[in-house]
Structure formats: C-alpha cells, structure tokens
C-alpha cells in the first residue's frame, strides 16, 4: 500500500474501525488460531521449506500485531 505519510494514521485508525466490531474481532480470533495453528504444525517438520513456510506465517502474524498497535496507540 502505498500513501501519504500524513494519511498513514487516519487509514490505520480506519482499518481498526472496520475490525473493532464483534463480527471483527471473531474474525481476527479465527484467522489467528489458523495461522498459528499452521505454523505450528509446519515448524514441526525438520525440512528447510516447512520452515521457512513457518517463518514466514510467524513473521506475517508479528507484523500484523505491530500494525495493529500502532493504529490503535494513536
């Protein structure tokens, strides 16, 4: 994505309005437990590419949760 760095916060704050309902929050808790869940399984593979697979699930999960409180620190 790319904007204005003076539009960056209002489109954080947007987004944690959009998931900052019930119907959000299930959806965020669900898609959470997925995405652990597989990298869980995955890391429990000794080969190279699970877990680079696992790594790249855990690093996107990371970068969500700093997005996440960034948005809503402001």
Do not use: Y
């Not at 944690?16 to 309902?21: E, F, N, P, R, S």
């Not at 869940?37 to 949760?65: E, K, M, P, Q």
């Amino acid at each position: 994505m790319h904007a204005e760095p003076e539009l960056a916060m209002p489109i954080f704050q947007s987004a944690i309005g959009q998931i900052d309902t019930p119907w959000g929050i299930g959806c965020a808790i669900v898609l959470i437990a997925v995405l652990l869940t597989v990298g869980l399984i995955s890391l429990r593979d000794r080969t190279l590419h699970w877990r680079a697979f696992s790594g790249a699930v855990f690093s996107t999960l990371l970068v969500d949760g700093l997005f996440w409180l960034a948005a809503s620190a402001a």
